[in-house]
C-alpha cells in the first residue's frame, strides 16, 4: 500500500496569514506516461463530507478560491493557503489516487 | 447536479452484516466510478471499494473476504455489505463518485453526506 503522511498534524495560524500543509507518499505517485501526479486534496469541515479542492496535484477543483493552492511533485506535495480566512477552518486530507488500495494521510487540522 | 444518499441501519450487532445502500440522484450511473469510504469517530478516512458502472470491483486488502460492492442501475443505486462486523467498524460510511480515467483512477469529486453505523449490541 502506498501510506500518505501528512505534516503538522494540527496548525493554529492568524487570519490572513499563510498556511502550509506538507503531504509525503511513501512512493512516487508520478504516472510518467503523463507526467501526471495522482494526488487530490480534501477539506472537511464539522459535520460535512470532504469536499475536493485539488487534483492532480496542482489543479483547483471549480470554485474553489484560488488563495488555496498545490504544489509538489513525486513524492512530496504541499497545500498552501496564501491568507486565512474564517471559513478555510476545517480538516485537510490528502490522497493518492495511483494505484488500489486509495489511500488519505491522516490529516491536518487548521485552527484560527 | 448529482446527489448522493446513502441509507440504512444505524445500529447493527456485532458478528451481522453492515448494509448499506447509495441512491444517485441527478445523473446516470453509467461510466463512473462508485466507492464507499468510512471514517471512524475523530479519525481520518479509509477507502473500503469501489464497482464501476460495469460491475467490476476492487476491494482494500483490509477488508477483502468480508466486503461486497453491488450495483443495481435500474434504481441508480449501489450497496455495500460487511460481514462479521466488530465495533472497530463503527464509523460514518461515506458514498463517493469518481469520474473515469485513461489511466488509472481519479479522485472523488461528489459524496453522500454520510451515514453513521455504530456496531453494538
Known amino acids: 500500500d502506498i501510506v500518505m503522511t501528512q505534516s503538522p498534524d494540527s496548525l493554529a495560524v492568524s487570519l490572513g496569514e499563510r498556511a502550509t500543509i506538507n503531504c509525503k507518499s511513501s512512493?512516487?505517485?508520478?504516472?510518467?506516461?503523463?507526467?501526471?501526479?495522482?494526488l487530490a486534496w480534501y477539506q472537511q469541515k464539522p459535520g460535512q463530507p470532504p469536499k475536493l479542492l485539488i487534483y492532480?496535484?496542482?489543479s483547483r477543483e471549480s470554485g474553489v478560491p484560488d488563495r488555496l493552492s498545490g504544489s509538489g511533485s513525486g513524492t512530496d506535495f504541499t497545500l498552501t493557503i496564501s491568507s486565512l480566512q474564517a471559513e478555510d477552518v476545517a480538516v485537510y486530507y490528502c490522497?493518492?489516487?495511483?494505484?488500489?488500495?486509495?489511500?488519505f494521510g491522516g490529516g491536518t487540522k487548521v485552527e484560527i | 447536479q448529482v446527489q448522493l444518499q446513502e441509507s440504512g441501519p444505524g445500529l447493527v450487532k456485532p458478528s451481522e452484516t453492515l448494509s448499506l445502500t447509495c441512491t444517485v440522484s441527478?445523473?446516470?450511473?453509467?461510466?463512473?466510478?462508485w466507492s464507499w469510504i468510512r471514517q471512524p469517530p475523530g479519525k481520518g478516512l479509509e477507502w473500503i471499494g469501489y464497482?464501476?458502472?460495469?460491475?467490476?470491483?476492487n476491494y482494500s486488502p483490509s477488508l477483502q473476504g468480508r466486503v461486497t460492492i453491488s450495483l443495481d442501475t435500474s434504481k441508480n443505486q449501489f450497496s455495500l455489505n460487511l460481514r462479521s462486523v466488530i465495533a472497530a467498524d463503527t464509523a460514518v460510511y461515506y458514498c463517493?463518485?469518481?469520474?473515469?480515467?485513461?489511466?488509472?483512477?481519479?479522485?472523488?469529486?461528489?459524496w453522500g453526506q454520510g451515514t453513521l453505523v455504530t456496531v453494538s449490541s
Open positions: 463517493a463518485r469518481s469520474p473515469p480515467s485513461v489511466t488509472t483512477y481519479s479522485p472523488f469529486d461528489f
Open positions: 441527478g445523473g446516470s450511473i453509467s461510466s463512473y466510478f
Open positions: 464497482i464501476y458502472y460495469t460491475g467490476s470491483t
Open positions: 512512493q512516487s505517485i508520478l504516472y510518467s506516461s503523463n507526467n501526471k501526479n495522482y
Open positions: 492532480w496535484a496542482t
Open positions: 490522497q493518492q489516487y495511483y494505484t488500489t488500495p486509495l489511500t
